[in-house]
């Protein structure tokens, strides 16, 4: 189509997690977000996926800049392993762009252009006039974009609710959607995390209120509670009840510490006078005078939890009459981590408590149907999120009175082409899954994660060879050793077939004059070959043919 404005999500559209989209048009494309996901639970050794920028690649002289809704992982996440090789200019309020500073100086990463925007703010970025507007969402310094283009104005929702009881200073920004909908917005991509949830997302002052009872019911005992590392707002709630309780809080979690130097910093949290203190002084209190803070990294709250637990904290043992408070819920894929943790501590003597103490970040579908009538957009593309949420958003925005052929059910990869007056995928473009290792900080090959899935599923075998230099004959026993694969007496005949195949194998070759590595890569093919009809395994099989002189 000509003179329309290209949006190509690269992630975001099928998982939570990896919110990255193209807004292209003419001779400027601009990124919104660059998030990584949470790693598959099948893949050892990965620490993340991040977006495949491909597309991208031949374009890098029109590519204007990254621009981030909020400071999240799965909106910033992928920056340090993507921003070497896209090298462009980053925008974002205050937090988030401290936040991706200290990730590039963790990676060792220098140069990178930044630059800080403050909420009602217009910056010009290619052809693209950006307006970030205030959203309230469970980190501070989130944003709405309000992306004017040539064709019109496009709304990216980021993550975001409607909490009317927060303070003035964190609540979305009504009065700006109002208007932005009054002006004409062409489009809206919108949070769909929530839309499967009836009515509105839960205050944080109703989490405080029931913070607050608990803390008066177990006055004598030890308070540890969860939370994601993330949640200023929460944080700020438990350092006001430890001073109204006279309790000193311990800050548990690298993660939660750097945020919360930052928002410090910035002004986002105050701290009562005398409150805090460092975690490995938490023996000099008496228990009801104590109230520890932990959690994880992004999508991982109970990840300090978990290493307490298991007597791997250096600070922190669990005590029998302790109360853990869980002011935080798991993440989808990690359930049965978070369940293996409730009954340890139920079995430990501990009580536990997580009823009514967390807040969602993700708007509910009330919120959703008041989102799409104060902005009335002309097109709808639910994001961020399964299948089965955007659907349950695309329903919501048909309630509205958005006709049903304007709303967009599109797929990572996919091409929309959109003018003021017409919206269709026009196609789609193949997108790689590109896994992070999580030692090395670094793009995985995928032959790499082929052996290692291989090895996780079925183990090694390594079969050792000598033979003498000048007769091309055997100088010692074939050895046959195994890690991971079929331990026991009841495989003993499984290695001894295993042994004469390769001894005939290699005498094959030794009657043809081939001693290399062609002999190796032959004994080793017929050796999976005969272990996959045997026991149905596929370990990776290692051949070692060593020349000796005798």
């Not at 500073?101 to 052809?127: D, H, P, Y």
Request: aromatic share 8%; charged share 25%.
């Amino acid at each position: 189509m000509e003179n329309a404005i290209k949006i190509i999500p690269l992630g975001g559209f099928d998982k939570i997690g990896m919110n990255m989209t193209l807004i292209e048009y003419g001779d400027s494309i601009i990124a919104i977000d660059c998030g990584a996901s949470f790693p598959p639970n099948n893949l050892p050794g990965i620490a993340a996926s991040v977006p495949d920028i491909s597309y991208i690649r031949d374009k890098l002289d029109r590519f204007k800049g990254i621009i981030l809704t909020h400071g999240h992982e799965d909106h910033i996440g992928a920056i340090p392993y993507l921003i070497k090789e896209i090298k462009a200019p980053i925008y974002g309020t205050p937090l988030t762009i401290e936040l991706v500073e200290s990730r590039l100086r963790s990676f060792g990463i220098k140069g990178v252009k930044t630059k800080a925007i403050r909420f009602g703010n217009t910056i010009v970025v290619g052809c693209f006039k950006i307006e970030f507007v205030r959203a309230n969402h469970s980190i501070p310094d989130c944003a709405m974009l309000a992306i004017n283009t040539p064709c019109g104005m496009i709304v990216n929702t980021g993550d975001f609710k409607f909490d009317l009881s927060a303070p003035s200073c964190e609540r979305t920004d009504i009065d700006r959607l109002s208007y932005l909908g009054i002006k004409g917005v062409l489009a809206v991509l919108s949070d769909s995390t929530n839309a499967i949830r009836e009515g509105s997302s839960r205050s944080e002052q109703d989490v405080m209120a029931q913070l607050d009872r608990f803390l008066d019911v177990y006055k004598k005992n030890r308070l540890i509670i969860t939370s994601f590392a993330s949640n200023m707002f929460r944080i700020r709630q438990i350092l006001w009840l430890g001073k109204k309780y006279n309790r000193k809080v311990a800050l548990d979690g690298d993660l939660m510490l750097d945020i919360f130097s930052i928002s410090k910093k910035l002004g986002y949290i105050d701290v009562p006078e005398d409150i805090l203190v460092d975690v490995s002084q938490i023996d000099d209190y008496r228990d009801e005078e104590l109230i520890i803070l932990t959690t994880g990294k992004h999508g991982e709250s109970v990840q300090c939890m978990t290493g307490i637990v298991s007597e791997m904290h250096p600070h922190i043992s669990i005590k029998e009459k302790d109360v853990v408070l869980f002011s935080s819920v798991p993440i989808q894929g990690n359930e049965l981590e978070f369940n293996s943790l409730l009954n340890r501590l139920e079995e430990l003597g501990v009580t536990v408590e997580f009823e009514d103490i967390h807040a969602t970040g993700h708007a509910c579908a009330q919120e959703l149907k008041l989102l799409y009538s104060l902005l009335r957009p002309k097109y709808v593309i639910p994001a961020h999120g399964e299948y089965r949420y955007r659907r349950a958003a695309r329903n919501i925005a048909r309630y509205v009175g958005i006709n049903e052929q304007n709303i967009f059910m599109i797929k990572n990869g996919d091409i929309v082409e959109m003018t003021p007056d017409s919206c269709q995928v026009t196609g789609e473009i193949k997108l790689d899954e590109i896994l992070i290792d999580g030692n090395e900080k670094s793009k995985v090959d995928s032959e790499v994660l082929k052996c290692r899935r291989q090895m996780y599923e079925s183990g090694v075998v390594i079969i050792e060879m000598c033979i003498d230099k000048a007769t091309g004959r055997y100088a010692s026993d074939l050895k046959i050793t195994s890690r991971g694969f079929a331990e026991g007496e009841k495989y003993d005949a499984l290695y001894k077939k295993l042994e004469s195949l390769a001894l005939g194998e290699l005498s094959r070759f030794i009657n043809q004059g081939v001693i290399d590595e062609r002999a190796g890569r032959g004994i080793a093919a017929v050796a999976e070959k005969f272990i996959k009809n045997e026991i149905n395994k596929s370990p990776i099989v290692v051949v070692n043919l060593l020349e000796v002189m005798l």
